[in-house]
């Protein structure tokens, strides 16, 4: 799989070219897309995202639904072909929700994720 390169959520150019990257590197740089993204930002696949990004403005997320959508959307990265395994925590006064774990994409190491998302909602 081959893919452009993005550097800061821009293209990266280098030489005045386009960088293209394949294999893992495309992979890392899916899931680290991938679970940002609101449900249905993406017209041509609006089953794309997480819909707890969005909240409804009053009430805080369901943590379970996170963990569900969350695991769904790096489960369905392409290039992922199995998940190693993901630890979540959620913060109550934040609405943050912290995700530690690992997948495999066929190449000899895991790819690891480490990141903390906020989840829409709350007063």
């Given amino acids: 799989m081959i893919d452009l390169k993005l550097d800061d959520d821009d293209l990266a150019v280098e030489n005045g070219d386009f960088v293209l990257i394949e ?5 890392e740089q899916l899931l680290s897309m991938r679970p940002r993204i609101p449900r249905g930002d993406i017209a041509w696949d609006e089953r794309i ?12 997320p369901d943590f379970l639904l996170a963990k569900l959508e969350y695991t769904f959307a790096i489960a369905t990265t392409p290039g992922v072909e199995r998940v190693g395994f993901l630890n979540f925590d959620f913060s109550d006064v934040t609405r943050e929700m912290t995700v530690d774990g690992e997948v495999f994409d066929g190449s000899d190491e895991p790819i690891q994720i480490k990141e903390t998302l906020f989840l829409g909602g709350g007063q």
Wanted: without cysteine; glycine residues 24%.
């Fill in 49 to 60: 995202g997480l819909t707890v990004l969005l909240g409804d403005g009053d009430n805080d």
């Fill in 23 to 27: 294999g893992s590197e495309v992979t």
